[in-house]
């Protein structure tokens, strides 16, 4: 029998989990041209992805793209930057890429193996699995979410920053919010500081 004090302790760490706010981390990375000064950046235009053609319809899709672009103008906006239309106005142009990667996990016996190819972001087992020799095979996908920042003119690349572990493109699991963190976490290594280290992972905690 459980009296009302035993309870107690275990209802208030049940509470306290449940106000805690979400807390998601991502594997972020970027690089930069250090000839480049980003001080001035205040305006900028998106530019869509080119549409490839035999490109991963899970990775490559209007309803992905919507919520990408989506995403990476809100961000933009709130740190006010001002989109144009015309790239001539712009002191960056923005677009993005997913990469897609095909990965293969084996667990069970103590043994974990991932290995693959490809683009994608974000992981969760797709397609097939089975056992062998006690270990349990998977077949999973996992993308990443690529945004660059390009000179107007040349159209060189001169900042891109990456990550993944948010974009969802199987599952019916796409929640905006979701996605808007990751996208924030990314774009939150721009304009790189001082001291920043180059294509180093950081993990970034909502």
Not at 14 to 27: E, I
Not at 68 to 79: D, F, G, P, W, Y
Not at 119 to 144: C, L, M
Request: hydrophobic share 40%.
């Amino acid at each position: 029998m459980h009296t009302a004090s035993g309870r107690s302790p275990l209802l208030a760490v049940l509470l306290l989990l449940l106000a805690l706010p979400a807390c998601r981390t991502f594997n972020v990375r970027s690089d930069w041209d250090d000839s480049v000064s980003f001080t001035g950046y205040a305006r900028y235009h998106f530019l869509e992805p080119p549409v490839v053609p035999g490109a991963d319809p899970f990775a490559d899709n209007g309803l992905l793209r919507k919520r990408i672009r989506s995403a990476i103008e809100a961000n933009l906006t709130a740190r006010g930057f001002e989109a144009v239309a015309d790239p001539e106005d712009a002191n960056f142009i923005v677009t993005y890429g997913v990469l897609m990667d095909e990965k293969l996990r084996v667990t069970g016996g103590g043994a974990t193996a991932i290995g693959g190819y490809g683009y994608g972001y974000g992981r969760w087992p797709v397609g097939f699995g089975g056992v062998y020799g006690g270990s349990d095979v998977r077949d999973y996908q996992e993308a990443t979410l690529i945004v660059d920042f390009l000179e107007p003119t040349s159209r060189e690349l001169v900042w891109r920053g990456w990550g993944s572990g948010f974009i969802q493109t199987r599952d019916r699991d796409r929640t905006p919010a979701l996605l808007q963190e990751g996208v924030d976490a990314v774009l939150g290594r721009f304009p790189p500081k001082p001291d920043s280290k180059r294509s180093r992972s950081a993990p970034n905690a909502g």
